[in-house]
């Protein structure tokens, strides 16, 4: 797994990257058994990876974050996904902190960026509801204003960081009449929020130690000041604005994972025998290995590629669509072959490549289902 030669990698980021990489080893690889028994990351490992910078680490210091790049968080996405942690939810953390960065106001930014860069908070968005997954227009939330702030009635599932949240960007509609535009972000805190109720862990096939939820909302409070942005309607056009950044994070994360697999496998391949050679000498497997090498290769040299697009900022939601889609798809077909080279010990979970397959499947679904993002594409034509 050499990232060595990426274009948008450095000396600092190389050094980064060494500092992360012992993070993960040290607190998150440790853990993961933990955290799939009790199906939620531990609070002290936030608060540590804040001490350090990484959870938010491309956003500006004078907000309290780390001041790097887009190539800071992509370094912080690929170690976790080279270690095979899809429990620590940094990446929907980071996603929360760019809407407050980039939509939000001043004070809404002053507030929350710092707490949330130092663990102190943790973040959550609340899109998803038991009638309407990808279809963000068909939302029933509601947030009705009052003289006191909103009161939100509805629920959301699905949720990533729900257990644990503190602060949830809520997609609820504040004008039901308006369509699209009737569609509002709410900064809703959890603490002494009477109204808020988080439901069952839910039980997923993979990624068990990543604390998805059920979410109620029953007349919970939201301040007037807490609209992202500090205007009303304008959710659906906050959600298309960044939603690029959360396809672009899924397409660094496949890639690590494609390259991760290979690896496993490779050195899989050249340890067991049978019919008295290694499999990796038999021309079936090369051939497999081949094939899985030259893809993961393409998805590099293509991630890579986007990586700069967001450093330079001209990613853009199409070329994000294809990253996430493409990528995603490319990562579980890589991680099914790698399992039938493993043979019957591809299907224990004890060995990380099928820990792998299980883990791998939800990402063609979340962060938008890949046939929405084929559909985003096929507009640009």
């Known amino acids: 797994m050499d990232v060595t030669t990426s274009p948008w990698m450095n000396e600092e980021l190389a050094a980064f990257r060494d500092a992360v990489r012992r993070f993960v080893a040290g607190e998150v690889t440790p853990r993961q058994d933990a955290w799939r028994a009790q199906r939620h990351v531990d609070r002290e490992v936030w608060r540590q990876a804040g001490g350090m910078g990484l959870l938010l680490a491309d956003i500006p210091e004078e907000y309290g974050g780390a001041g790097g790049s887009f190539a800071h968080m992509a370094v912080v996405f690929e170690e976790l996904s080279y270690a095979g942690d899809t429990a620590f939810g940094i990446h929907v953390h980071a996603i929360v902190a760019h809407y407050l960065l980039n939509q939000g106001t001043e004070e809404q930014k002053r507030r929350y960026l710092p707490r949330l860069a130092s663990g102190e908070m943790i973040a959550a968005i609340a ?15 509601r947030a009705v204003r009052g003289p006191d702030g909103y009161r939100v009635s509805g629920s959301k599932t699905f949720i990533s960081n729900g257990y644990l949240a503190d ?34 862990i839910l039980d997923k096939v993979g990624q068990k130690g990543q604390d998805t939820c059920e979410l109620f909302f ?19 056009a906050q959600l298309m604005t960044e939603l690029p950044y959360e396809r672009t994070i899924l397409g660094v994360c496949g890639v690590a994972a494609i390259e991760r697999a290979l690896q496993l496998t490779v050195a899989h391949t050249r340890e067991r025998k049978a019919f008295g050679q290694a499999l990796i000498e038999m021309q079936n497997t090369r051939f497999v290995l081949a094939e899985i090498k030259t893809e993961a290769t393409v998805a590099r040299i293509f991630i890579d590629r986007c990586i700069e697009d967001m450093l330079a900022g001209r990613m853009d939601t199409v070329r994000a669509s294809m990253a996430k889609y493409w990528i995603s798809d490319l ?7 790698c399992v039938q080279l493993f043979g019957g010990y591809g299907y224990m ?8 397959y299980v883990d791998a499947r939800v990402q063609r679904i979340y962060g938008g289902a890949n046939e929405i993002m084929k559909e985003i594409i096929a507009r640009s034509l």
Do not use: W
């Open 349 to 356: 979970l004890e060995y990380p490549i099928a820990q792998m």
């Open 331 to 337: 990562q579980c077909k890589v991680v099914d072959q």
């Open 218 to 236: 029953d007349d919970a409070h939201v301040p007037l000041a807490n609209v992202l942005g500090g205007e009303e309607g304008r959710g659906f």
């Open 127 to 141: 899109m998803s509801e038991p009638g309407a997954g990808s279809d963000l227009k068909g939302i029933a939330t």
């Open 167 to 200: 602060l949830i960007l809520v997609v609820a509609k504040t004008d039901p009449a308006a369509g699209a535009r009737g569609v509002s972000l709410l900064l809703l805190e959890t603490k002494d929020n009477p109204g808020f109720r988080v439901g069952r």
